[in-house]
């Protein structure tokens, strides 16, 4: 340990790092213009959206119902299609959007096996004012016909 407070360099390099920190800051701002150039419709992207790929979901799967809970808070409701295929339970959502700079599509599409004792024409679904989309099915019998389910708005909070 020094008693005394000591440099990691030599005084005299000081200007050799200021140099260097100041082309570093200048070829940072170069590259960023650069590409602002050459991407402009980046800046013009609704940047919110980016979290639709890990949207929040809970899943419960209990003796008495299967229930899916999903944050669609970035779709609109007519965006959106739940429907049973057999036991397979599969939620769309799709997207469009054109902007001056071209052309922007987003979506999901998620997929749940349901379970054998679920009672396939009592599931129902679930649109609250904040964008969390709840569908469940109590379990109680079998049923094997594909149908597709609307989505009904949740009653308003108070």
Known sequence: MALWPTRMYPHYMDDCFHDLNRMERRMMHDFDRMERGIMP?????DHSILHVANQTQEVVNDDKKFAVSLD????????????????????????EQKTEHGY???????????????????????????????????????????????????????
């Not at 970035?74 to 997207?95: A, C, S, Y």
């Not at 349901?114 to 969390?132: C, I, S, W």
């Open 72 to 95: 669609v808070s970035q779709f609109k409701p007519e965006e959106l299609k739940v429907h049973i295929d057999g036991r397979d339970l599969t939620i769309e959502g799709r997207q």
């Open 104 to 158: 922007i599509e987003r979506s999901f599409v998620r997929k749940w096996a349901l379970p054998e004792e679920v009672d396939l024409d009592a599931v129902h679904t679930q649109l609250n004012d904040v964008g969390h989309l709840s569908i469940e099915a109590p379990k109680t019998g079998q049923h094997t016909n594909r149908r597709t389910l609307p989505i009904m708005a949740a009653p308003k909070k108070k």
């Open 41 to 45: 419709y980046w800046r013009d992207a």
